[in-house]
């Protein structure tokens, strides 16, 4: 199987290199005006932060801050593989740090994952049956196992779908898929 993965990841890294930054600009704001249908007045959203060539989601986050959505933003720790939690109020507060994501160090406000109501997750690809496809190191997959609750939506770019992906019983679906087509993938 992770032969396969690995195989299925170096095909979907290609496709996000083929995009330009415009067109990732672009597609990423298309992707945060469907996600502001979703999210209800005062609901807290775990949001990654996200890297150059991921669905930005500064948009996003700059939404939710104008709606007075608590915005809450994982912290990597790589020591034992697990996310912390830390309120976002401000873009200002990130910095550049593990992996190269940007993280609010040094300006942290921790957070409970019990206060979070929807999580928006990164996806290197997805498929239509909720399947997603990480980067390998299972951080989130993790954080999800330990909090079966939130609601879990992944967004990613239109040209990251595969028909079908290699996923085992650690991979956990997403209740929604959200491109810049809009919901692609509804499970709830």
Do not use: W
Not at 98 to 104: H, I, K, N, R
Not at 108 to 137: Q, S
Not at 144 to 166: R, S, T, W, Y
């Amino acid at each position: 199987m992770s032969e396969e993965k690995a195989r299925v990841r170096d095909i979907l890294r290609a496709r996000k290199e083929a995009m330009t930054q415009q067109e990732r600009l672009e597609k990423s704001e298309l992707v945060a005006r469907h996600l502001m249908l979703l999210i209800a007045t005062g609901q807290t959203v775990m949001v990654f932060t996200s890297k150059e060539k991921e669905v930005n989601t500064q948009p996003l986050i700059e939404a939710l801050f104008a709606e007075k959505n608590p915005v809450v933003v994982p912290i990597i720790q790589k020591a034992d593989v697990s996310l912390r939690l830390s309120y976002l109020r401000t873009m200002a507060a990130l910095v550049p740090s593990t992996f190269g994501v940007p993280e609010p160090i040094g300006s942290e406000i921790p957070a409970n994952p019990k206060d979070v109501d929807v999580i928006v997750l990164p996806m290197l690809g997805f498929d239509r049956t909720g399947g997603r496809i990480g980067y390998g190191a299972g951080y989130y997959d993790r954080f999800l196992a330990q909090n079966p609750d939130l609601v879990k939506i992944g967004v990613a770019f239109g040209c990251q779908e595969m028909e079908h992906l290699p996923v085992d019983e650690n991979d956990i679906k997403m209740d929604l898929i959200v491109t810049e087509d809009g919901i692609v993938y509804d499970g709830r």
